[in-house]
């Protein structure tokens, strides 16, 4: 592996921060004997997660009887879940990361030797939109393990996060112990995910940046074609415009075997992805669906044992209430339903028709 440059230190941060996790490979450069008690550290880390894991399902199977508790601890399960799977994929596999990051790395290299103007000004729009949502991500990222751990409402005794241990954690100093587990459990996980999504983002970053450099290289050609021709008073231009054409055709080609390679890696993790999204967003879902079971509870109460002139209104109003359901909504607009969702996809469809339909009539 070659000496990086320090031109994208964000990507350097990135494998800084799981390298200091445990969660990397060790540098070439680091001695033999430090291999072994890094790879303990690493098994040590990923053991952690599992626990947690294996501790949310042992909970949810002794409260299989209560639907919020396991819909509650399945939140939790699928996203640790995803996280796990994303970094044993890549500890399994770090030479495909490295010689992708080595890749990405070797490009922006090139890209500053050149020092063209124009080029350098489209890669740092790229990498500002890079800086823009990394940070926003990564800020909510951290309130989120913040807020769970120390903003959650909880019963004394009990941790921020439900499971199931094979020993009482609601005495001192196992409760404390075990508090300091799920909040470092949480905090690894977080920069875990972070890393490894941010890594996907500035690969497809830059992925856009060499896209975007590329057309202009393609019009710059024919441009400088049309202008030698004229010079040369319509004869043929020289060679010059071949190969340049040849060698943005084969920079195109590197940018379409990496994207090959990129896909053929993170295919499996995107697909882990988004079922795992789906699942968090159906169990919070059906939380709240859960609500429309409130009328039928408050219905078959033993209100009738009362005298009505007493109880009515206070049987009547909630009863009202509760056949109402509680709804998700985007932005207060949008009630996240089955049909919203194939309208969204609807509309999309047919504004990027239009888009489209704009952009081959400008061309």
């Not at 399945?74 to 996203?79: R, T």
């Not at 770090?94 to 990405?104: A, G, L, N, S």
């Not at 219905?299 to 005298?307: R, V």
Request: proline share 4%; net charge neutral; charged share 20%.
């Amino acid at each position: 592996m070659q000496q990086r440059s320090d031109h994208h230190p964000l990507l350097k941060g990135y494998v800084t921060v799981l390298r200091s996790l445990g969660l990397w490979t060790i540098p070439a450069k680091s001695w033999p004997v430090l291999s072994y008690p890094y790879l303990l550290y690493k098994i040590f880390v990923l053991l952690m997660i599992s626990f947690l894991i294996t501790t949310l399902y042992a909970d949810a199977y002794t409260r299989n009887d209560d639907l919020l508790v396991v819909t509650d601890d399945g939140c939790i399960i699928a996203g640790l879940s995803v996280i796990l799977i994303k970094l044993l994929s890549f500890q399994l596999n770090p030479d495909k990361v490295e010689r992708m990051i080595d890749f990405v790395d070797k490009n922006i290299r090139a890209l500053h030797e050149e020092g063209n103007p124009e080029h350098l000004k489209i890669w740092k729009y790229y990498v500002l939109r890079e800086r823009v949502t990394i940070y926003s991500f990564g800020t909510i990222g951290m309130f989120l393990v913040f807020a769970l751990m120390f903003l959650t409402t909880t019963e004394p005794g009990e941790l921020p996060i439900r499971s199931r241990y094979p020993f009482d954690v609601g005495k001192s100093p196992v409760h404390e112990l075990m508090f300091l587990y799920q909040g470092c459990v949480l905090t690894v996980s977080m920069l875990s995910i972070l890393s490894m999504d941010n890594i996907v983002l500035t690969f497809c970053s830059q992925i856009f940046c060499r896209l975007e450099i590329l057309k202009k290289n393609f019009v710059k050609s024919l441009e400088d074609e049309n202008q030698k021709a004229a010079n040369n008073d319509g004869k043929t231009p020289p060679v010059d415009f071949r190969e340049n054409l040849l060698k943005c055709i084969k920079r195109h080609q590197e940018i379409i075997e990496f994207v090959q390679s990129l896909d053929n890696f993170f295919s499996p993790l995107m697909l882990a992805q988004l079922m795992a999204s789906n699942v968090l967003i159906c169990l919070t879902g059906f939380q709240a669906i859960l609500s429309t079971s409130v009328a039928e509870a408050l219905w078959l109460s033993p209100w009738e044992l009362e005298k009505l002139t007493s109880i009515s209104s206070l049987i009547t109003i909630p009863l009202m209430r509760a056949k109402k359901p509680l709804k998700l909504t985007a932005g207060k607009f949008y009630v996240m339903s089955m049909e919203v969702f194939i309208s969204v996809l609807s509309g999309s469809y047919s504004f990027f028709t239009l888009l489209n339909k704009m952009n081959e009539s400008a061309n």
